[in-house]
Each structure stands twice: as C-alpha cells, then as structure tokens.
C-alpha cells in the first residue's frame, strides 16, 4: 500500500466525467445550477477512490476524520444542457491550519469551454470530538504505487481550457 502525503495533492488534478442527466436540468434543459456543486463533490469523492485509492467514507468512519464545507463560491459561465458530456477536475489549491482549499472546474468535454468553477474551503473535522484539526500528514492508498505522480499539474491542465476564472 502507498502511503500518498498530503502536499503531494497539492495542484495535482483529478478528473472525471458525466453526461448531464434529465433529472438534473429546469424545465429548459438547462443543468440546475445546484447541480454543478453536487457534480463537484461527487466527483472529488469518486475520483480520489477510482484515482487515488482513497475513501473518504471509510476514512471518517474508521480514523474518525471528516472533511466539512465551510464556504464555497461558485460561477456560471454558460449552460450546460441535458445530454451534454462533461468533464469535472478538481484539486487541492492550498492548504490552512485545519483545511484546505479546493478548486473545481466542470468544462464541456468536446468543446472544452468552462461551464462551471468554484473554490471549495474545506475544514477538516475529528469526527469524534467535533472539532477542527489540521489535515492528516499521510493518506493510505489502496494501491501499491503512488498514482498521484502520474496525474497532471493544474497549471498543466488549464492550458487547454478556454473561459478559465480570472486568478486561476
């Protein structure tokens, strides 16, 4: 098992992919707005799994640490419609005393166009005591190698977006 510190998350980026679902859109095809901060997390949570061979879950039932939203700001640039394929990345922008920054970006597959940015501050959280601690040191990766070095760099991923948010 690999053990996968901390500040090599740091600007590393994951990413994943969803088609945008009937479900998920107003009643003029448009994606919710709601949805693009439910997409993001989500996929941060899949994508550490499937990427990194981390679980969250797992890691807040048994070590007993969670990772809480303490603000989040979010911009639309345009639409995304039902059927719509698009790509989320996201990756860890900074890290504080007891959290971090993470910055999503949900761009359309084809055209590669922002559709969606945000930057998520995360406060990490001693499930038991409930209180904010700093973020674990070191993570257990289900895999034998640390797959992180083989994941892009966000300055590296940027390059090929168009419409990326001011200070990115």
């Given at each position: 098992?690999?053990?996968?510190?901390?500040?090599?998350?740091?600007?590393?980026?994951?990413?994943?992919?969803?088609?945008?679902?009937?479900?998920?859109?107003?009643?003029?095809?448009?994606?919710?707005?709601?949805?693009?901060?439910?997409?993001?997390?989500?996929?941060?949570?899949?994508?550490?799994?499937?990427?990194?061979?981390?679980?969250?879950?797992?890691?807040?039932?048994?070590?007993?640490?969670?990772?809480?939203i303490?603000?989040?700001?979010?911009?639309?640039?345009?639409?995304?419609?039902?059927?719509?394929?698009?790509?989320?990345?996201?990756?860890?922008?900074?890290?504080?005393?007891?959290?971090?920054?993470?910055?999503?970006?949900?761009?359309?597959?084809?055209?590669?166009?922002?559709?969606?940015?945000?930057?998520?501050?995360?406060?990490?959280?001693?499930?038991?005591?409930?209180?904010p601690i700093?973020?674990?040191?070191?993570?257990?990766?289900?895999?034998?190698?640390?797959?992180?070095?083989?994941?892009?760099?966000?300055?590296?991923?940027?390059?090929?977006?168009?419409?990326?948010?001011?200070?990115w």
């Amino acid at each position: 098992m690999a053990q996968l510190k901390m500040e090599d998350f740091i600007d590393r980026v994951l990413t994943t992919s969803e088609r945008v679902k009937f479900s998920q859109a107003d009643p003029y095809g448009h994606l919710n707005t709601a949805e693009y901060v439910d997409m993001v997390l989500n996929h941060r949570l899949e994508a550490l799994a499937t990427l990194a061979g981390i679980n969250l879950m797992t890691l807040a039932e048994l070590d007993g640490i969670a990772f809480v939203i303490h603000k989040f700001s979010v911009n639309l640039f345009a639409p995304s419609m039902v059927g719509d394929k698009l790509e989320i990345a996201s990756w860890i922008a900074g890290l504080q005393s007891n959290g971090m920054e993470v910055r999503g970006i949900v761009i359309g597959e084809e055209d590669r166009k922002t559709r969606a940015a945000g930057i998520f501050d995360f406060i990490t959280i001693d499930t038991k005591r409930g209180r904010p601690i700093p973020p674990p040191e070191v993570f257990e990766s289900r895999y034998q190698n640390n797959p992180l070095v083989s994941l892009p760099f966000s300055y590296d991923y940027l390059e090929g977006i168009k419409r990326i948010p001011d200070g990115w």
